[in-house]
């Protein structure tokens, strides 16, 4: 979650209702426990076959995954914490914060380098095999965390180096503007979501009408190829979203101050939760050989438990 999404519904001027703020908490866990229900049967049918470790694409698509999960994980945490404490502990805050920006900057990143590596292999495929190696892939997944550590981490620094140490033992409602006050972060993270948007969106364009171009005239499946493309597109639009989620806000407070946290909400939804929905279906649904797998792992949990219920 970008730390500003943590108050997703929470606003000190109008909060919710009772009824309100427990059909909100249901939505959000139950969308939280299915998405990572079904992400974690795809993690499972991944590490049950070998086939799996040697393709950078589902190294990267495991990646994603897992990230996703935690994620996940972290936003309905900090959602929940936002109507049971209302306010926690800055510290406690800040590691909240932390991991759950990390987790969000990776998302467009890791996407960025599937569509690269999916070009890659449809413009290039003799040449797929040098060029996309499982060690290439593990330090490409390694530079996507140390991009986001580098974007994030100097809030930290900057809170450390000019707050005072009580700061760190108070109470706030937890967002990164509260954890991270000074004017300078914010400033600092505009700047850094431009030149991030800018560069996703130039490899994600390049690209995937690089992939169209080539599926038009070559592909024998191009009707399959171009819905991929279009879902990926739409996942990327989704998760690219957290770079202008900041203005987007804004501009929700100032037109709909008194219905604030409904718009919260939606942007919490479409900007954090249905991204992390799109992965499965793309790879878990959608692709022929995780499919194959998936089958094979679902198939054998039911025959096992069947097997239970008889006694056998």
């Keep these: 979650m970008s730390a500003s999404s943590a108050n997703v519904t929470v606003v000190k001027e109008y909060r919710d209702s009772f009824t309100k703020a427990v059909t909100k ?4 866990v139950v969308l939280s426990i299915s998405i990572n229900y079904i992400n974690a049967g795809l993690i499972r049918t991944f590490s ?26 972290l936003t309905v ?42 070009y890659i292999a449809i413009c290039f ?13 593990l330090m490409l997944i390694g530079l996507i965390w140390v991009t986001s550590m580098l974007s994030v981490l100097p809030d930290l620094f900057i809170t450390l180096a000019t707050q ?35 560069i996703v969106w130039f490899a994600i364009f390049y690209t995937y009408f690089r ?17 991929t493309i279009l879902l990926h597109g739409f996942q990327v639009l989704l998760c690219m979203a957290t770079y202008t989620e900041p203005l987007l806000k804004n501009g929700l407070q100032q037109w709909f101050p008194k219905n604030n946290p409904d718009s919260m909400f939606a942007c919490y939804i479409i900007i954090q939760i249905l991204p992390r929905s799109i992965s499965p279906i793309i790879y878990g649904i959608r692709d022929k050989t995780f499919r194959r797998y998936l089958k094979r792992y679902l198939f054998c949990k039911v025959s096992l438990q069947s097997a239970a219920g008889h006694g056998f």
Aim: aromatic share 12%; proline share 4%.
């Design 25 to 28: 908490n249901v939505i959000v």
């Design 48 to 73: 049950k076959h070998q086939i799996f470790y040697t393709n950078p694409r589902y190294i990267l698509f495991f990646h994603l995954v897992v990230n996703d999960m935690i994620q996940v994980m």
């Design 77 to 118: 945490i900090l959602f929940i914490i936002s109507y049971i404490l209302y306010k926690i502990n800055v510290s406690i805050c800040c590691v909240f914060i932390l991991l759950a920006l990390f987790t969000t900057e990776n998302t467009p990143l890791n996407l960025a380098c599937m569509a690269v590596e999916c």
């Design 125 to 137: 495929p003799l040449r797929h095999v040098q060029i996309c190696t499982i060690k290439r892939t």
């Design 164 to 198: 005072p140490l009580d700061f760190f033992q108070s109470r706030v409602f937890c967002l990164r503007e509260t954890a991270f006050p000074n004017p300078h972060i914010i400033k600092k993270r505009d700047i850094t979501y431009i030149v991030y948007l800018v």
């Design 211 to 227: 992939i169209l171009f080539t599926a038009k005239t070559a592909s024998t499946d191009a009707k399959k190829a171009r819905n």
